[in-house]
């Protein structure tokens, strides 16, 4: 049973054929890291920047994407992704040198659209201006990193801009017509259930997709040395999946869910250790999708 309208479904409909992203560095920093809003980032945040997965940065675009389209080709026979620039905050940069890699990256002709990350107080007139072109050339998804959209957990995450700053980016990316992704964080220290789920409602009002995010204790990130100090607990599946069942029922069907839960780096994760078997969770959250469907008559329901 389909209950939500995923990134695999959308790429389905958009492209005809199942699409792979292909994770990449732009050897970018952060202004939470490099001294101009803070030198620690964000509280939950690894050395990696969020990108542990995608290939070692090289100042050759191709290479980067030959070699993580090596890891993935033998899942596909279309031969067809995404470039995706995952690390930090990949419009963190020079007009010129963004310019540069976005075009290199969607040059080859295995690539069909190009999706950067990046923190939404990085945006400007110029950045702005360059997407624009490119999406007229390959489509464009800009990913903001939210997390939340209470001030109080922003603050306590050292997010360092507030909810107005995100509102404006979303709406100067949908003028010029690119579609926006939006991260949040489920089980963030001292959030309620509520607030996660107020967070979900705002955000299913103005994204055109989502990824919904286990929060991850790793080895390194201030939030280790909280959660050592038993300053907090971090969700169980049960609980994990119950606001997740939860929140897809409150986002509308047009939204694209890209994520209902994330892969933290096995080698570096602290807690919660049950989300390192994604398959296990994933069976879960599926299986208790379609016991709440079933139960709803065939609608997936808040309750």
């Given at each position: 049973m389909k209950h939500y309208n995923s990134f695999n479904e959308y790429c389905k409909k958009k492209y005809g054929k199942?699409?792979?992203?292909?994770?990449?560095?732009?050897g970018m920093t952060c202004p939470n890291r490099d001294g101009t809003l803070d030198t620690r980032g964000c509280i939950f945040c690894s050395s990696g920047g969020s990108g542990e997965f995608s290939s070692a940065y090289s100042t050759d675009i191709i290479s980067q994407l030959n070699?993580?389209?090596?890891?993935?080709?033998?899942?596909?026979?279309?031969n067809l992704y995404i470039a995706y620039?995952?690390?930090?905050?990949?419009?963190?940069?020079?007009?010129?040198?963004?310019?540069?890699?976005?075009?290199?990256?969607?040059?080859?002709?295995?690539?069909?659209?190009?999706?950067?990350?990046?923190?939404p107080d990085c945006i400007n007139k110029e950045i702005l201006k360059l997407l624009s072109g490119i999406n007229k050339i390959k489509p464009v998804t800009v990913e903001l990193g939210l997390q939340t959209i209470h001030e109080s957990t922003a603050e306590y995450i050292r997010r360092g801009y507030p909810?107005?700053?995100?509102?404006?980016?979303?709406?100067?990316?949908?003028?010029i017509k690119i579609e926006v992704v939006t991260h949040l964080i489920i089980g963030l220290p001292y959030e309620s259930e509520e607030m996660i789920l107020d967070s979900v409602r705002y955000v299913g009002k103005l994204t055109d997709?989502?990824?919904?995010?286990?929060?991850?204790?790793?080895?390194?990130?201030?939030l280790e040395k909280e959660y050592l100090q038993n300053k907090f607990e971090v969700l169980s599946l049960e609980k994990y999946t119950d606001?997740?069942?939860?929140?897809?029922?409150?986002?509308?069907?047009?939204?694209v869910i890209?994520?209902?839960?994330?892969?933290?780096?096995?080698?570096?994760?602290?807690?919660?250790?049950?989300?390192?078997?994604?398959?296990?969770v994933l069976n879960y959250i599926n299986k208790?999708?379609?016991?709440?469907?079933?139960?709803?008559?065939?609608?997936?329901c808040q309750t």
């Open positions: 199942k699409i792979y992203k292909l994770s990449i560095s732009g070699e993580a389209k090596k890891r993935v080709e033998a899942k596909t026979k279309d620039f995952q690390p930090f905050s990949n419009t963190y940069a020079d007009v010129d040198y963004l310019r540069d890699i976005y075009y290199k990256a969607i040059k080859p002709d295995y690539i069909v659209g190009l999706s950067i990350a990046t923190r909810l107005s700053v995100y509102v404006k980016a979303v709406n100067d990316l949908h003028k997709g989502i990824k919904l995010q286990l929060l991850h204790i790793l080895k390194g990130t201030d606001l997740i069942c939860k929140s897809i029922a409150l986002l509308p069907e047009n939204v890209h994520r209902i839960t994330g892969d933290g780096d096995k080698r570096g994760l602290i807690a919660p250790l049950w989300s390192a078997d994604k398959k296990r208790e999708l379609d016991r709440r469907c079933v139960k709803q008559g065939g609608k997936l």
